[in-house]
């Protein structure tokens, strides 16, 4: 194999990982996208459609490559999939849920992956796990013997995973997270950040977070007739970057839907919000 690239970085045996160039305050340094066996290979997540970017995954290949895959159709996943599919004559795949909200509209996939298919690659074989939350299309791919789970957005290093609706959802998130708990996992190679060890620490952690605040939703809830998603954010997260706090905004909304799920609260006009009485 020839010397990798500057920004390619090996992060386990048979597995490096390059950054693409797009980092902001909502994908960190930019999306990870990894290389993924010793031949032949696959590509996890290409990033962004820059030139640069696909040759550094090219050249990071130490054997041919056989597919791209996608965890989910966000632009910061996909951009770069259909142009790597056709540089290299491969397909690309992905879930067949369709999106509605914000999605990359130009993406599609060669061939469509189910929950449970395994996708063998000379010595690599990664399973295929449908891990629905952070999109309703999101795909996790599992390195069972290695250890290995490529979580793509599920779970992401230094930061709180956005959890958007209509395609995303707090309780399937949770879900997805459970059923993660249940397997061996080691090690998380995240969608953006750090690689991530003591995986089944990081997923607890994960849980109790999410849990915290949901209890500190539902906190918030009952002390009023009637709140906003707006206000209560306002309230949990004083001291956030303006750009986010929309976000943040969001995520409480996707909380507050969660407790209308639990029959514990309910919508009392467009924006508002009421505690069920138990």
Request: with cysteine; net charge negative.
């Amino acid at each position: 194999m020839s010397a990798l690239p500057r920004n390619a970085q090996p992060i386990a045996p048979g597995v490096v990982r390059v950054i693409a160039p797009n980092p902001s305050p909502m994908t960190a340094d930019g999306t990870n996208s990894y290389v993924v066996g010793t031949g032949p290979c696959a590509i996890i997540d290409p990033g962004v459609n820059d030139g640069d970017h696909l040759d550094a995954l090219i050249a990071a290949a130490p054997g041919e490559i056989a597919a791209v895959l996608v965890t989910h159709a966000h632009p910061d996943h996909t951009g770069g999939a259909r142009e790597l599919g056709q540089r290299l004559d491969v397909p690309v795949v992905a879930h067949a849920t369709p999106l509605r909200g914000v999605r990359d509209r130009d993406f599609f996939a060669d061939r469509w992956l189910d929950d449970g298919q395994r996708l063998a690659f000379g010595d690599t074989t990664l399973e295929v796990l449908h891990t629905p939350g952070h999109t309703a299309d999101h795909l996790c791919f599992f390195w069972r013997e290695a250890g290995l789970l490529f979580a793509g957005d599920t779970v992401m290093a230094d930061v709180t995973v956005v959890i958007l609706g209509p395609d995303g959802g707090m309780s399937a998130y949770l879900d997805s997270l459970a059923r993660l708990r249940q397997l061996p996992v080691e090690r998380i190679a995240p969608g953006h950040g750090r690689m991530l060890d003591e995986a089944p620490a990081v997923l607890a952690q994960i849980v109790d977070h999410r849990l915290a605040r949901e209890a500190q939703v539902r906190a918030a809830l009952a002390e009023h007739a009637h709140v906003t998603a707006d206000a209560i954010a306002e309230r949990l997260y004083p001291d956030l970057d303006p750009r986010l706090r929309g976000m943040a905004a969001a995520q409480v909304e996707s909380h507050l839907q969660r407790l209308a799920e639990l029959g514990e609260a309910r919508t009392q006009d467009e924006d508002s919000w009421q505690p069920i009485p138990r």
